[in-house]
């Protein structure tokens, strides 16, 4: 019996799931060079790197709604990419780019974070 938890289901625009592929580099580029290599940074990175695949692909079909299946793996690496990429947005200048980022990822956290 598998006991894992089911996948979630999130619904983003298209323009949501560019923002959401460039959050993931921002996080893949700062774990690279910031975070010591470990197995349990190794495998969220290839949770996020899997994910981002999975929204380009989707991408490519030029649907104004994206669907993904969001497994427990990459729900936990998306918790944690969100919690370092929203910390960074905090701190930075009040810009448009900002407001707009910690409300897209403000409302993944709640989602991620209700299911």
């Not at 104004?64 to 200048?93: C, F, N, W």
């Amino acid at each position: 019996m598998n006991s894992s938890p089911p996948p979630l289901s999130l619904s983003i625009t298209y323009k949501q799931a560019q923002r959401l592929t460039h959050y993931i580099q921002i996080f893949r580029r700062f774990a690279w060079e910031n975070i010591e290599p470990t197995a349990e940074r190794n495998a969220e990175l290839r949770a996020l790197q899997a994910l981002h695949g999975r929204i380009m692909s989707k991408m490519d079909q030029h649907n104004e709604s994206i669907t993904l299946s969001i497994m427990p793996d990459e729900r936990l690496a998306m918790k944690m990419m969100i919690s370092h990429v929203l910390g960074r947005y905090q701190v930075s200048a009040a810009t448009r780019e900002r407001t707009l980022a910690i409300a897209d990822l403000t409302a993944l956290k709640s989602f991620l974070d209700g299911n």
